[in-house]
């Protein structure tokens, strides 16, 4: 048994890599985790100075007459401009990261061993924070299927946001560790149980 403060480790691949499915396993085992990308869409629609500064850069079309975030609008925007893209991204991110610090925080007074950042540009944003990354890994078709079944998009649409994102061999180069997420439902489970213990080990 390894005795340790809190560990935070961030979680990323590729869309359709299987990130989420790794990161309900590691709560199975105790750890608590901020799914980056989620809390990025509840503050695009709570947080009245980010819907601000989103309606100024991207005009009220960003939000639906209800008042609820017009996800396609955006993501059309975003997908098609890399400028559109990066602008979002400085409104955004900085927004996550204090949220992500205040998760930290509570984590660690609950006496959480293992706080866990999901999030798709892990890397892009930085990983000062965090002690160790895991890359998610799965072949290039499976990740295409699994979005198409997931979100309903066309094939196009999905290789347009795969275009966007850092390389599975960059990713693979800036990891502390890699999940392979080809197999079944067994594969996966003990290849996370195998992370855990690895994990203890590099931050010990």
Not at 19 to 38: M, N
Not at 49 to 70: C, K, M, W
Request: hydrophobic share 40%; net charge negative; charged share 30%.
């Amino acid at each position: 048994m390894y005795v340790v403060s809190m560990i935070i480790a961030g979680v990323t691949g590729g869309i359709g890599s299987g990130k989420t499915a790794v990161c309900r396993l590691l709560e199975k085992h105790g750890a608590e985790v901020f799914y980056a990308d989620e809390v990025a869409r509840q503050l695009m629609q709570t947080d009245e100075p980010l819907r601000r500064e989103i309606v100024h850069a991207f005009g009220s079309e960003a939000y639906q007459t209800d008042g609820s975030l017009n996800r396609t609008h955006l993501s059309d925007i975003i997908f098609r401009s890399n400028n559109d893209r990066l602008r979002m991204n400085a409104l955004v991110h900085p927004a996550v990261g204090r949220a992500f610090e205040k998760f930290v925080e509570q984590a660690r007074l609950r006496g959480t061993w293992l706080a866990v950042k999901e999030a798709a540009l892990l890397f892009e944003t930085g990983r000062h924070e965090l002690d160790v990354v895991v890359v998610v890994e799965a072949p290039e078709t499976d990740r295409i299927d699994r979005v198409m079944k997931r979100d309903g998009l066309t094939r196009k649409q999905i290789e347009a946001r795969m275009a966007t994102q850092m390389p599975a061999e960059e990713m693979r180069k800036r990891t502390d560790f890699v999940v392979d997420n080809s197999g079944d439902q067994e594969s996966i489970e003990n290849q996370v149980e195998e992370l855990l213990e690895k994990i203890r080990r590099f931050c010990a």
